[in-house]
């Protein structure tokens, strides 16, 4: 795993192990690092079992994150997204297919997956579709998502343009 200053901690009820190798199974670059685990010490306080996932270290893509089994108090929503930037339209469809199983879809490349956790998955060209000089075409391209679920690269080529 590389050092970075910064990780994102994801907090889970008691799934976090589960979570970290659902992920990693998904994403090519990949790794499960450590993995600090409850003992009966502090179980009054932490309630979970001897032995369980307490701390899980991973990193997808590159990127470093740690899930925690920190117990049902608190709930992932959508004012936090991991937004993951797609060269390929197989890439979309890759991430896509795989995050949204026991998930749900939402619109604009939004989902939650069956953790609850939400992503967005867009094509990396969108920021340059959306900022073309010519305003009309810019705008063709965010009516264009604004009707899509899943992002189609093809169908924001193609708006930009006036097809």
Not at 42 to 61: D, Q, T, W
Not at 87 to 115: M, P, R
Not at 151 to 159: N, T, Y
């Amino acid at each position: 795993m590389t050092k970075q200053k910064m990780t994102i901690c994801l907090w889970f009820d008691d799934q976090a192990e589960q979570a970290a190798n659902y992920y990693a199974g998904i994403f090519k670059d990949s790794s499960i690092g450590a993995i600090s685990r409850y003992g009966k010490e502090g179980a009054e306080i932490h309630r979970k079992p001897a032995g369980s996932a307490m701390v899980v270290s991973f990193s997808l893509n590159g990127m470093n994150f740690m899930a925690l089994n920190g117990g049902p108090i608190f709930k992932f929503n959508e004012a936090v997204s991991i937004v993951v930037s797609c060269e390929t339209q197989e890439e979309i469809d890759h991430y896509w297919e795989a995050l949204t199983l026991d998930g749900e879809e939402s619109n604009c490349g939004w989902l939650k997956d069956k953790y609850g956790v939400s992503w967005q998955i867009v094509p990396a060209a969108l920021s340059k579709l959306m900022s073309a000089p010519d305003a009309a075409a810019s705008q063709r391209v965010v009516k264009a998502f604004m009707q899509m679920k899943k992002f189609e690269i093809e169908k924001l080529i193609q708006a930009q343009q006036g097809i």
